[in-house]
Every structure is written in C-alpha cells, then in structure tokens.
C-alpha cells in the first residue's frame, strides 16, 4: 500500500497550555504589543508626512534578522532620509539588502489610489508569509498570525531554537493560523481574556520566552 500523507492537524492544546501559564504581566505586555508597534507607526505616519501603511510596511520590510528595538530605530532611519529628499539606500539597516529595498520600494509608493489597492499593493512587494502577516498583525487584520520559529514551536509543544526551526510550508503556516485563530476564539474561557489571534500570538511568545529565561523550558 502506498504510504499517504498527512495533512497537519490544527493542533490547539499546546497553545491553550501555554496562554494558561501567562503571568498577568506577560498578559499585558503580549495584549499591547502590536497596539504598541501600531502607535509607532502612527507617529512616523505624522512626523514625516507618509501613510500609515507605509510606516506599518517599512516596519515589516524591516523586521527579518532584526531585534525589534533596532527594526524601530531602522525604520524611522529610513523613513527620516526618504522624508529629507536624502538617498535611503545609504541608511546602514540590520536586517537583508532585498528587505531595505522592499521598504524603500513602499515609500516611493504612488498613494493616489483607495485605501484597500494601497494595502494590496504594500502586501505585494512584502511578499513574504511571515513579513506579510506582521504587517497585518500591526494594522489590526483579525484573520491573521504572524507564525515565526516561536510560534512554530508553541504549537508544536515542544522547545525548537529558532536556528532549527523547519522551512514552514504554505500548508503548514495555515495551519498554525488556524489553530492560533481557533484558540482566540476560546480565549475567554481559557485565560479569562478575549484575544485576538494576533495577542494570542504575542502573549504566548512572551510567556514562552519568560519560561524559558527562567529554565522552565527544556
């Protein structure tokens, strides 16, 4: 008999385990994070006379191989030359060529279009699963996750580094998004909080990373 694969299970029990053990201080921090990110976006949308989803997609652009402190300082680097009429492509930016350009490619953006062209087009030069999808987390889109190797490894149950996270197929990420998505929707009934799947997100990768700072995860 032919072996036959598989599709991967949106698994959820891994995930609501890990909600069940945030803190409440991992609660707020992983509820606010993405208004946080978002409230970013619009002071950078204000200071240099740019959209929001222009703030929002120079955030993503950004985002791979960057820590999140450094991807702020990058973006609002980046975003300062292209408002001074300097040359972006001369800001020094800790994540991939491909990505500053992608970011220097939203800028030059022609904004003269409807609200929902603009954010498809900003979706289409991100073009990546994860930096997509972050940008979405940020800009409030409820059907979306932003599955990285924590995530990845949330679901799972089970500690991976990120250098060994797996390539994440397109089958499995929506997967994951299914089960994160599921999880909020019984959010209040396991953690006494309605969260969206995004916060779902966050406050499971805050409280993951608490615990295993604290040796709490093998």
Known sequence: MAQQHRKPVAVTRYIKAMLMLASETDMQEGKHWYQRAYDL?????HV???TLGQAVGVIAALSPNNKWERNCQDAEALIKA???????????VCTFSKNKQKAIDILNLDTDVDDVEFSHNIQAILSGRKVVAFYRCIMGFDDTVCVDGHAYAIWLGERVPTTKTPSISATLYQ?????????ARDSHSVCGEKLTPAQVQAVTWVTYRRLIQGGMVK
């Open 41 to 45: 976006s619009v002071r950078l949308r």
């Open 48 to 50: 240099y006379d740019i």
């Open 82 to 92: 292209h408002w001074l009429g300097s040359d972006p492509s001369l800001v020094k």
């Open 175 to 183: 997967t994951i998004t299914r089960a994160y998505v599921n999880v």
